[in-house]
């Protein structure tokens, strides 16, 4: 398995821009989460879906945060309008049940 | 509410030195998680704890989980330069899937 695949592995933009982060789980994982991490307070959950359905999004900063998962295959994270403070490294992971959590990659996002 | 502290938060050791990082957790959980991170690089699962006892090892990597006390540690045996990296200690509440990140520790190993 090639693991949970996330893309862009970077991205720089301009603030005001809207931003899609991707996110592609392992096969057969049912739940999927977004966090995010930065120096001053670490790794933050944002969200985490259970069968494509949102269960917490208690973590999402603001309005300007969405997240969706169409399919079992895929989930995007979409920043509108991005802000500087949202400069952070997003992360993607899965889980099965009563298994391991496996991060992506990450996204490095910079907003300047 | 579940929070994850470890200590400390920063440790540079001389290579063939053993160590330990701690992790307590401050209300039950129903799983400890061990993770390490390289500078720029993503979260790489080490152990998963499931009980009281447990104890996993791998390589010079031994972690133990004392659900009485609360207190999970990653033992660090005999140090080689390669296992510099942060590493992060996360509980699981019995009640959903959110897992509570300790800060991390970055280990620094000196050859």
């Known amino acids: 398995d090639a693991g949970v695949i996330q893309s862009p592995r970077h991205e720089v933009t301009e603030m005001g821009q809207e931003v899609t982060l991707r996110c592609k789980p392992i096969s057969g994982h049912d739940y999927l989460f977004w966090y995010r991490q930065t120096m001053m307070r670490g790794l933050e959950l944002l969200i985490y879906?259970?069968?494509?359905?949102?269960?917490?999004d208690s973590g999402m900063p603001e309005d300007r945060f969405s997240a969706k998962m169409p399919n079992a295959s895929f989930s995007t994270l979409k920043i509108q309008p991005s802000e500087p403070r949202d400069s952070a490294v997003y992360f993607c992971?899965?889980?099965?049940?009563?298994?391991?959590?496996?991060f992506g990659s990450g996204t490095r996002l910079t907003v300047v | 509410e579940l929070k994850v502290e470890q200590n400390p938060l920063f440790l540079s050791m001389q290579e063939g030195k053993n160590y330990t990082i701690y992790c307590n957790y401050s209300t039950t959980s129903d799983r400890l998680y061990w993770y390490r991170q390289d500078p720029g690089k993503s979260l790489e699962s080490l152990f998963v704890l499931l009980s009281n006892g447990a104890v996993k090892q791998e390589g010079r990597l031994m972690a133990s989980l004392d659900t009485k006390a609360r207190l999970s540690t990653l033992h660090i045996t005999a140090a080689v330069h390669d296992l510099s990296a942060t590493y992060f200690c996360a509980a699981q509440p019995y009640s959903n899937y959110q897992l509570i990140w300790g800060a991390g520790t970055k280990l620094i190993i000196k050859p």
């Open positions: 992971a899965s889980r099965q049940d009563d298994a391991v959590y496996t």
């Open positions: 879906f259970n069968n494509n359905v949102p269960i917490d």
